[in-house]
Structures are given as structure tokens and as C-alpha cells.
């Protein structure tokens, strides 16, 4: 949850660690007292908790995945966390969902709706719907975390155990705002995914991936500082505030919406010491790598370099850690549609400059691009997307090609030297260029049981090189 | 084992060149080992004989040249500036060479003394030991050049002989050869072999303590026995002629020793005496072998060499070559490049032009007639930029060289790369670190590392906060350095 985009050097630290609490002074929960046996809660309040389990599928084999959601709606829509499905895999690699109430081993099958741009959770509806014994979180009343309140939350049991439901415990220990306001306790509160809750019942809101917790591991004498992670259990939720108003944004389809875009490379934060040399005052800023020529940015006027201190006349506020002014900015512009007006506020050098961007789409990303498995030459090829040029620092220049996502291990082109990740420039001197004609070449060869042999220019890191795939 | 072995990488991590490191993969140099302080256990050698070998019988001829190679042969020890830990450090080490000239020049190896170096003393093989300064060094061919102090050397009625240079174009196969040298501080070590190998390719990007090396010649490999501190010691025949200087082991493997050939060795020690430095010309043209793809580009078999690769911005790209070229004739010489082991030839033929020289290529394009391309040479330059130490900052600094902008497709040479910063000092502080690329201080663009001394200077003076502008990656931020 907490932005891993940290500014130089800076290393990434526990987000319960971080000094500035946020103390909220919410709505006082129900006195231990008052409130009904904590079994007979906890048993209602799991029938809004599924497990779902779905398989990766690539060219040569399937993993398969569980992992725990909520229920959303009535009518048999699930979500799941952003960590829940690798977001760079095509919906199209994603097989198999099956959801399961807690405590059952028949399964409903799902179909995967997609993922929201915005909040990065994963949408699936159930096939005929979950029936009457699930209930959707939004049937609650929520509640504000308050300091040492005891709360509870739901942790889910692998495949093997029915996925039975456990109760899990603590107090709060800790608010903060990052930019979403999320809650942690000390130790583990509820499987990643699952809800948590009040003591009363009243939901308070849904957990997180859990964060690496730093431990110092002695082996023979020598000191190592680790991260630890448990996968199974988190100390931190989102508040019931941040989950809510959001689990109606299903994707009208698993890829192909529209997400609202800048053209910018590279936002990066400005800590506490810059933003004072700025003379900034008690706010922050994001400074403007690159932009892309053309761009939404450049075509407004926004240059590589500059430095935004303003969004829409308001100065940027300042987070702890700093860092976290960076979400905090790219979540306006999702919050915003294609089409629609930013003003931003720049430093450029001494000067301040205002103007407005039009908010542009994003092109096609790396889970949006068109791929076709060569099953007989042990290729995937991939259309190109801005990534590819961006991270290979290619999108001003004019060489073009197609990506080698995949290359079978002790293939003749495997052993030709070709790797994933290699862009193709050129198939049997043909440029590569057009991604349709690229595919129709490797077809023709794939086809052809007769030919000796191919050859490919490819790029990798700072160079080029010719490859001859010897295939008789 | 591995940390005694010098010349294993120091490429920043990330770095697209680590990448490029051809042919045989984990050769890796020797030499520049701590002493074991055994050297003075050794018997001293008999008196220098003079190196004419006017005997009667050929064994005796042999037996004086032999005699005499090894009263050529000295220990180097070193002390040098290191700058990778943000500071600058002090270390040493030890290696071989062998004297060449009776004015005193000896050479060794590129990865033994290095322009770092600030003190390198000689032990002659009466034990005696004498300065001796850098006249020039060579990463290409991992060869440099020192000269003995003779002043000195004479005024206190100093010894050696003259080692001669073999020819290791008629080396074969199966010859008895010699090493000899200062393996793990064991002065004057003489270990036995036989040729190996004439020709084996290797070539790399970071092979001399991060400098390219192997690109413009091929190497001898033996079983001799060559251990850290061997390096720059040189490989004999029988009656004592110097046909390698030895350089490179393979980690981990047994008797696999690579050594410079002489006859490269001796043109590149013409040269360091000359002008200090070998000049060479660069195209940007990084060739492939061409082996079994003749027929899908319509050749005639030993015909050409392909274009692997064109370095972006380099004459080359400028004349318009692109990869999977065929260049088939240099200023009307036809080129053969059918194996690796003839690319380093092809590649020195390149580099010996003059730089600025007009090259003609003729070159042959997806089965097209042949057409004429003229380079101009520029002057090859390491991708390894000339380094520095803030002490104050707590941070040491690499120039951005052109082939390391053109290779991680920068806009420009502006900057330094950071290669090394001290804790809790105020570079590491403002949070830079290893591999960011500092490109404006104070407002300024730093085009030269002169003037980040001169900026430095003025924060020793009178030290104040300085914003610094730097890039990781595709990330620009800014930090700022408090005193």
C-alpha cells in the first residue's frame, strides 16, 4: 500500500513504524459489554469472505493461485486486493476462477470482470450468483478505527482445510494517511483480502497486502537485516471509508478501458529538505522526469524537469513519508477522466508556471498488447507498447520492433541465443516494424515444416545482434 | 579465493555493458595479490649473464638465454588511489614484469599498474628493490609500461638483464613455454608448460578493473601454472625469449592461463614509449562472426564480416551502416570475419588508422550490390570516465564518458556517475547512491568534472546547502547536500 517509488537512497520503511499518527477521533465503538458474543458475530460477518482460486496459464504450464476476497454485492460480485492477480498478466492467461464460501469445498465458477484502474482491485462475478448465505460487506454499518479499540478480522485456511474461516484479533495501534487512510495493528488482524471489523460488529474495513517487517537475522556470528512478509496474514486494512465508495467501480471489460494519462516519465517526490529550499513552505512537490513528445503533458506545455507544486490552484500537501505525495498526485489524475482539465501548478528554475492539461488515454499497456504463441518455434511474440520503448529509453527514436515474451527453454531458437525480453527489429531482414506483419512472417515460418533455417535482428540492453535459428 | 583476483567486475549494477562481455566468460585477470612476505626465503640468482649467446653447443645456448631471461624478470609492488568507496583509499598489491630495454623499461600488465598507481617499486632479481614510475598503459591490450628509477638504480651499482622478445606468430601447439613470475608473492617462480592455444578469443567490456580489454587481439593460453601475481610476468620459450606477457586465468579451472602475445606487446610498447598511450581509431562497429550465415546473406564462404551492432551516434551510424550489414572490404582489402577469433584482427585493422582518417568500406545490404561507405575515425575512448573523490561529501565520482552515454542511450555526456559514497558523510545523507547520475549542481549543467572540483572548492571554503539534481534510472530527483 505504501508507494514503493522511493526517492534516492531512501529506504522503504514499515509503514507502522512512521512517526506521524494520525489520531482520529471517530465514532466511539460499542462497549465490549453491550455488544453480542464475538463467535455468533464472527460466523455472520464470514459470510461476506470468499477464497478464490484461479490458474496462470502460459505457454508451457499453470500455476494455480487462492487467495481471499469480499463480497460486493448481492448478486455474486467478488473484488480482490491489486496484489491479488499480477497485474501485468493479459486477462486472457487468467483461467479457472473458482469461488468458495469459507468452510466449503464446492465452488462456484466466476468470470474475471477486470481490473480497476484506479484502486488496482480485481472484479469477479459468480456464475448463477453466490446464493442467500453470502452477505455483501456494503449490508454493514462501519465504523472509525479508534486507538487500543479491540477489533477483529477474518483469516481463511488453505484448500486442503476447506478454507475454514479463523478468528483473528488485536487492537489498533496505529492511522495513517498514505494517501488512503489505513489502519494497523500489531500483529496479524485478517488474511490479506478478508474484512476486518469492530467489536460489535460494524465493519472498519478491509485488509492489505501485508508490509515486509524488518528483522535482524544472525547467522554464525554475521548480522543481516531482512524483510519479512507473511502472505497469509496483514496488520493493515483500508478503512472502511476508502473501500466502500469504490466497490461499484467494475471495468465494463477485463482490458481496453479507458485510463486517464499525462505522458509523463518518472514522477519523483521531493523531500522535506528540498521542498524547504524551494521555499515551498509546508508544502510538497513531484518533480517531472520526462515527458513524452506529443504527449498530453507536452502538448500543454509541461516540459522534463519541471517541478509541480499545485494541483488545480491548491498547493500540494505533505505526506509522511514524503514519498507519498507521489500516489497521492498519480490518484487525482485516476480520479479524473479522459477528456477533463487538470491545472498544475510548475516550478520551472525560478519561475512559476500554470497551465491546464487536457487529460489524454493511456496507450495500449503491457497486459492490453497483442501476443500469438509460435507452439512449433517455441516464440511468443508481443506487440511493442510505450513500456517496452520507455524502459529501453527508445520512444523518441525511430527504431521499432516486436517483443520475444517468451522463449522455450533448448529450442533451436533458445539455443540460437534468442531470450525473453529480446526486441525483435528484423525477421529474415525484414524490419519487424508492424506488429500484424511480424506475426504473418513467424506464421509463414512456422508453417513452412521445409525450411533450415531463420534469422533474427534483435536488440538487447545496448546492443544489437544478428541470430541465426537453425531449425533442421 | 575470488576477492585476491582483480579484475573481476566493477561495472554498476544495472549496467547495460556487463552485458557485452564475449567469448570466454569467466577469465578473469591475476595479479596484484598481498604479499606473503615468503620472497626473502629465496636463494638469489646467480650474476647476470650477458644476454649473447655465443656458445658452442645449442643446450648452452638455450641455458644462457634462459639464465639471463630470468635475471630480467622483476616483482612489482604497487600502491594506488581507489576511489569506489567515496572516498580516496589507498591499495596495493603485487605483480611481475620484465625488463625490456637497458635504460630500464619494464613491462607488465594494465591490471598490475594502473595511472592510479602513486608508488610502484621494483625488485630486481638481486633482490635489490628500486623505484620505478609509469611511462604509459594500455587496458585494450592489458599492457603498461614503467621505467626503473636509474638514476638510482646506477648510483647504487644496480644488476639485471635485458630480456629479448620472442616472435608468437610461429609459436605452436605443444611448445614447451615458461612462466615466470611472482604467483601469491613467491618472487621469481618459474612454472612450466606447453602452448595450449595461439589464438583464443576473449574479449570483454569491463576485464581490466572495469576497463575494456581483448578487443584488438586474440590471446595465448597455457597449462603453465599462472596464479594471482603472475600477471604481467612473461611467458618463454626454452632458450628465454619472450613470446607472452601473462595476464589471465580462467576462475576456478586448472591450467588455463591466457597471456599477451609478444608481437602485440611489442607494438604496443613502441608506441607507450613514443607517445605515452596506444591512440587508436574507433567507427562504432561491433562485429559478429559470420559462421553459417553465408548462404541467408548470399556469400561466398570466408567472405565479409557482419555488423552485429552500431553504436548509436558513432561515425558508423552517422554514415548511415545499420546491424545485419555485411562490410566486405576495408579501403579495398577484403575482410574475412568467418570466426570470432578473427574479429580482434579485423577490429585493430580499424584501429590503427589514424584518427580522422577517411575509411572506405564496402558494404553489402540484403543481397544488394555492394556500395561504397566512408567513416571518418574518431578517437576510441574508454567507456570508463576519469574519477574523483569529495572527501568532504563523502563521495566519489566517474565521468560520463561518451561510449557510456551512447551505450545507456543518454541525451548527453553531461555528468557524473556516482560510484561510491560514505556513510552517515552529507552525499549519502541527502540520499545519493551508487549509479545515480549527478547531473546539475547549484543550477549548473556538470559538463566536466573540473568544474564540480571547482564547485566542490567553493563548498570547502564556504560550505553551504547545495541542490543537487540527479537521475536514476529514468527518475530525476532532487536532493540537497548540507555541509
Same mark, same amino acid.
Given at each position: ?19 506521524? $499518527? ?23 460477518? $464470514? ?11 502460459? #505457454? ?116 495513517? &494517511? ?39 537475522? %544472525?547467522?554464525? *556470528? ?56 524551494? =521555499? ?56 479524473? &477522466?479522459? @477528456? ?92 519487424? $516494424? ?26 538487447? @540492453?545496448? /546492443? ?9 | ?173 605443444? &611448445?614447451?613455454?615458461?612462466?615466470? @613470475? ?20 576473449? /574479449?570483454?567490456?569491463?576485464? $581490466?578493473?572495469? %576497463? ?17 601475481? +603472475? ?12 613470446? @607472452?606477457? *601473462? ?27 613514443? =607517445? ?25 564462404? !570466408? ?27 576495408? +579501403? ?33 545490404? *540484403? ?18 570516465? #576519469? ?34 559514497? &560514505? ?18 549542481? =547549484? ?29 536514476? !534510472? ?10
Amino acid at each position: 500500500m505504501v508507494d514503493s517509488h522511493a526517492p534516492l537512497g531512501r529506504t522503504r520503511r514499515l509503514a507502522w513504524s512512521l512517526a506521524l $499518527v494520525t489520531a482520529v477521533l471517530g465514532v466511539c465503538t460499542a462497549h465490549a459489554a453491550d455488544a453480542p458474543p464475538l463467535d455468533r458475530v464472527f460466523a455472520e460477518r $464470514v459470510r461476506s469472505v470468499v477464497a478464490v482460486e484461479y490458474f496462470v496459464e502460459t #505457454e508451457v504450464d499453470r500455476h494455480p493461485s487462492t487467495v481471499v476476497g469480499i463480497v460486493a454485492d448481492a448478486k455474486g460480485l467478488v473484488v480482490l486486493l491489486d496484489s491479488a492477480i499480477p497485474g501485468w498478466l493479459p486477462p486472457a492467461q487468467l483461467k479457472d476462477f473458482v469461488i468458495y464460501r469459507p468452510g466449503t469445498s464446492d465452488g462456484t465458477p466466476a468470470d474475471y470482470l477486470g481490473q480497476d484502474h484506479l484502486t488496482g482491485w480485481h472484479f469477479l462475478h459468480a456464475r448463477g450468483g453466490l446464493g442467500e448465505s453470502v452477505v455483501p460487506c456494503t449490508a454493514y454499518s462501519t465504523a472509525e478505527p479508534v486507538i487500543g479499540a479491540e477489533i477483529w478480522g477474518v483469516g481463511i485456511m488453505g484448500k486442503d482445510f476447506e478454507f475454514q474461516p479463523y478468528l483473528l484479533t488485536g487492537h489498533v495501534a496505529l492511522v495513517q &494517511q498514505l494517501p488512503q487512510r489505513i489502519g494497523s495493528t500489531v500483529s496479524e488482524i485478517a488474511s490479506p483480502g478478508a474484512p476486518v471489523f469492530a467489536r460489535d460488529g460494524a465493519l472498519l474495513g478491509w485488509a492489505g497486502a501485508s508490509n515486509p517487517q524488518e528483522r535482524l537475522l %544472525y547467522l554464525e *556470528n554475521e548480522r543481516y537485516t531482512v524483510g519479512l512478509q507473511n502472505p497469509n496474514g496483514t496488520g493493515s486494512f483500508f478503512l472502511a471509508g476508502e473501500v466502500l465508495p469504490y466497490l461499484h467501480r467494475v471495468p465494463a471489460a477485463p482490458t481496453g478501458q479507458p485510463v486517464p494519462w499525462l505522458g509523463v516519465i518518472g514522477l519523483q517526490p521531493v523531500d522535506r529538505e528540498v521542498a524547504e529550499f524551494l =521555499k515551498l513552505g509546508k508544502s510538497s512537490a513531484v518533480v517531472v522526469s520526462d515527458v513524452i513528445a506529443d504527449g498530453p503533458a507536452a502538448r500543454a506545455g509541461v516540459q522534463k524537469r519541471d517541478i509541480i507544486v499545485a494541483l488545480e490552484g491548491r498547493p500540494l500537501p505533505r505526506f509522511s513519508p514524503d514519498r507519498v505525495v507521489t500516489a497521492y498526485l498519480e490518484r487525482e489524475i485516476l480520479l479524473r &477522466q479522459p @477528456g477533463d482539465s487538470l491545472a498544475l501548478g510548475l516550478l520551472r528554475g525560478q519561475t512559476r508556471v500554470d497551465l491546464t492539461i487536457t487529460i489524454g488515454r493511456q496507450p495500449r499497456s503491457l497486459k492490453e498488447a497483442d501476443r500469438r504463441y509460435f507452439p512449433r518455434l517455441g516464440i511468443t511474440l508481443r506487440e511493442s507498447v510505450l513500456y517496452d520503448l520507455i524502459s529501453r529509453r527508445m520512444e523518441s527514436g525511430d527504431e521499432r520492433g516486436v517483443v520475444a515474451n517468451f522463449v522455450k527453454p533448448n529450442t533451436p531458437a533458445a539455443t540460437a541465443g534468442l531470450q525473453a525480453g529480446d526486441l525483435i527489429l528484423a525477421i529474415d531482414n525484414e524490419p519487424a $516494424v508492424d506488429y500484424a506483419r511480424a506475426v504473418e512472417r513467424m506464421d509463414a515460418i512456422e508453417q513452412d515444416a521445409a525450411r533450415s533455417e531463420f534469422v533474427l535482428l534483435i536488440s538487447r @540492453g545496448a /546492443e544489437t545482434q544478428v541470430i541465426r535459428v537453425r531449425l533442421r | 579465493m575470488l576477492k585476491d583476483y582483480p579484475g573481476a567486475s566493477t561495472t554498476l549494477p544495472g549496467d547495460p555493458a556487463a552485458g557485452r562481455r564475449r567469448g570466454v566468460g569467466r577469465l578473469v585477470a591475476v595479479g596484484l595479490v598481498a604479499a606473503l612476505g615468503l620472497a626473502g626465503c629465496m636463494a638469489p640468482g646467480p650474476g647476470a649473464p650477458t644476454g649473447a649467446a655465443g656458445s658452442a653447443t645449442a643446450s648452452t645456448g638455450l641455458k644462457r638465454g634462459f639464465e639471463n631471461l630470468l635475471q630480467a624478470v622483476v616483482r612489482i609492488d604497487v600502491r594506488e588511489m581507489t576511489f569506489d568507496a567515496g572516498a580516496t583509499r589507498l591499495s596495493s598489491g603485487v605483480g611481475s614484469g620484465v625488463i625490456l630495454s637497458a635504460d630500464g623499461l619494464v613491462l607488465t600488465n594494465a591490471h598490475v599498474v594502473s595511472p592510479r598507481a602513486v608508488e610502484v617499486s621494483v625488485t630486481l632479481p638481486s633482490l635489490e628493490r628500486v623505484g620505478a614510475t609509469l611511462v604509459g598503459w594500455d587496458h585494450w591490450t592489458d599492457l603498461a609500461l614503467l621505467r626503473i628509477d636509474m638514476a638510482d638504480a646506477r648510483r647504487r651499482g644496480l644488476a639485471f638483464s635485458v630480456a629479448r622478445f620472442g616472435d608468437s606468430e610461429r609459436l605452436a601447439p605443444g &611448445q614447451t613455454v615458461f612462466a615466470v @613470475g611472482t604467483p601469491h608473492g613467491l618472487t621469481r617462480t618459474v612454472t612450466k608448460g606447453i602452448i595450449s592455444n595461439t589464438d583464443r578469443y576473449f /574479449e570483454a567490456s569491463d576485464g $581490466v578493473r572495469g %576497463y575494456e580489454t581483448g578487443y584488438f587481439s586474440t590471446w595465448l593460453q597455457t597449462d603453465a601454472a599462472i596464479n594471482p601475481g +603472475n600477471s604481467g610476468g612473461p611467458l618463454v620459450t626454452e632458450d628465454g625469449a619472450v613470446v @607472452g606477457i *601473462n595476464s589471465r586465468t580462467y576462475l576456478g579451472a586448472e591450467n588455463l592461463g591466457f597471456a599477451i602475445p609478444s608481437n602485440t606487446a611489442r607494438l604496443v610498447m613502441q608506441q607507450l614509449v613514443q =607517445k605515452g598511450e596506444v591512440e587508436r581509431s574507433y567507427i562504432g562497429l561491433i562485429p559478429g562472426a559470420l559462421r553459417d550465415l553465408e548462404s541467408f546473406f548470399e556469400l561466398a564462404i !570466408n567472405t565479409g564480416m557482419l555488423v552485429n551492432s552500431v553504436d548509436p551516434g558513432s561515425p558508423a551510424a552517422r554514415a548511415g551502416l545499420r546491424p545485419g550489414d555485411i562490410v566486405l572490404a576495408i +579501403n579495398g582489402e577484403a575482410v574475412d570475419g568467418r570466426f570470432p577469433e578473427q574479429l580482434p584482427p579485423i577490429q585493430n585493422r580499424i584501429a590503427s588508422f589514424a584518427v580522422g582518417t577517411s575509411v572506405v568500406l564496402s558494404v553489402k545490404r *540484403n543481397g544488394s550490390t555492394p556500395q561504397d561507405v566512408v567513416v571518418v575515425t574518431e578517437r576510441l575512448e574508454s567507456r570508463v570516465g #576519469e574519477e574523483w573523490a569529495f572527501e568532504r561529501w563523502g563521495m566519489s565520482v566517474r565521468k560520463v564518458s561518451r561510449a557510456y552515454a551512447r551505450e545507456n542511450r543518454l541525451p548527453d555526456e553531461d555528468g557524473v556517475i556516482v560510484i561510491g559514497t &560514505q556513510p552517515a558523510f552529507p552525499a549519502e545523507k541527502a540520499g545519493l547512491s551508487r549509479g545515480d547520475i549527478i547531473t546539475k549542481v =547549484k543550477g549548473e549543467t556538470v559538463r566536466t568534472l573540473e568544474q564540480l572540483k571547482e564547485l566542490y572548492a567553493a563548498f570547502e571554503r564556504a560550505p553551504e546547502s547545495i541542490l543537487i539534481e540527479a537521475t536514476r !534510472n529514468r527518475a530525476v530527483s532532487l536532493v540537497v547536500l548540507k555541509p
